[in-house]
């Protein structure tokens, strides 16, 4: 880990971002765990260091992007990792009860249901991607 710490962080410089105390919080947190948005990440550094601004979390995620070392497909994760990011999802039911999930289940009822519903007209799943949309995002 440390050795990409230090990767990222000599990216960071080459392309003329500073590297703040904060900042080198930020990266410790996210060489650490997979995250799903920039606000887990958030919650997390607030921990370390109350000062940290959920600004501050968005542009540092940003300079990761802009210099390569953060791949924001499905998750938050460093590109250089050999294994994708395994998701879990917690769904919290009508009387607060909570169930978590692990994405083999969550993929399991993805084909069950589009085969009872007549979706995948008994073909297969191949692939099934995560769309990320902004917490402002109406569907009208």
């Keep these: ?24 919080i ?27 601004g959920m600004a501050t979390v968005y542009r540092t995620m940003d300079a990761l992007e802009k210099v390569g070392a953060l791949d924001r497909g499905n998750a938050y994760r460093l590109c250089r990792e050999k294994n994708p990011p395994s998701h879990s999802y917690l769904v919290r039911l009508e009387d607060n009860s909570t169930v978590k999930l692990d994405s083999a289940c969550v993929e399991k009822m993805i ?30």
């Design 26 to 52: 930020l990266i410790d947190i996210i060489l650490n765990k997979k995250f799903s948005c920039c606000k887990e990440v958030y919650y997390l550094a607030l921990k370390e260091d109350s000062g940290i």
């Design 111 to 140: 084909e069950e249901g589009m085969q009872k519903c007549g979706l995948s007209k008994g073909k297969k799943i191949k692939e099934i991607s995560l769309l990320q949309f902004d917490e402002s995002y109406e569907d009208n």
């Design 1 to 24: 880990m440390e050795n990409n710490r230090k990767e990222v962080i000599e990216s960071l410089r080459e392309q003329g971002f500073r590297i703040t105390k904060q900042r080198k």
